[in-house]
């Protein structure tokens, strides 16, 4: 039983920054992060492919979100910079069990609480 507990979200003024944390209760090659607007759908913003060795940022984010993890066993983050209004959502980490594909559209099937992210000023 895979458990993710999640923080770091909170409210920031346009152009600062925030990093969220992801833990995982055992170790998890296939993890990411989502994040949802309200009246929008579920966005995949940045995957993490520990196997492999990849990550994949969304276009939205590329240049100024930043995910990173030092192996499987430790805690996923996302290092988000120059936030902008657009950014706000409930931010999501997700991890995948099993599969030989990891990527933002893959199916993800743990997911945590989720952190709310405020940027405005």
């Known amino acids: 039983q895979v458990q993710l507990v999640e923080s770091g979200g909170g409210w920031v003024q346009p152009g600062g920054s925030l990093r969220l944390s992801c833990a995982a209760s055992i170790p998890t090659w296939c993890m990411g992060w989502f994040r949802q607007a309200p009246g929008n759908e579920r966005e995949g913003v940045a995957i993490?492919?520990?196997?492999?060795?990849?990550?994949v940022i969304a276009e939205s984010v590329k240049g100024r979100f930043t995910i990173s993890r030092d192996n499987a066993n430790k805690p996923l983050y996302l290092q988000m910079n120059l936030l902008k209004p657009e950014d706000t959502a409930v931010y999501y980490c997700?991890?995948?069990?099993?599969?030989?594909?990891?990527?933002?559209?893959?199916?993800?099937?743990?997911w945590g609480q989720g952190t709310q992210v405020t940027v405005s000023s």
């Open positions: 997700a991890a995948k069990r099993g599969g030989d594909i990891c990527s933002i559209r893959s199916d993800f099937d743990v």
């Open positions: 993490s492919d520990t196997i492999g060795g990849t990550t």
